[in-house]
């Protein structure tokens, strides 16, 4: 575990405060982590997240149809 000081205006001070208690934390630090979690979650991109990586690897593994032009594959989309 990383332990760091931070200074904070009392604008997000109180923000971490109402974190804490609208999701029950125990403390800022819990408060702290899961706006970074929130944060990734909502804006880093999904390639960096290994659960993306993950479900690439899936769809890499299943197997495709193969058509040679756009009305091949209307024939057997509709059968």
Sequence with gaps: M???IIQIDDREDRILN???AKYGL?????AVAFIANAYEESFLEP???P???AKLEKIKKEKGISF?????L?????G
């Design 2 to 4: 990383v332990q760091n």
């Design 18 to 20: 109402i974190v804490k």
């Design 26 to 30: 125990k403390n800022k630090s819990e």
């Design 47 to 49: 390639q960096l997240r």
């Design 51 to 53: 659960e993306y990586l």
């Design 68 to 72: 040679k032009n756009i009305g091949e």
């Design 74 to 78: 209307r024939k057997i989309i509709e």
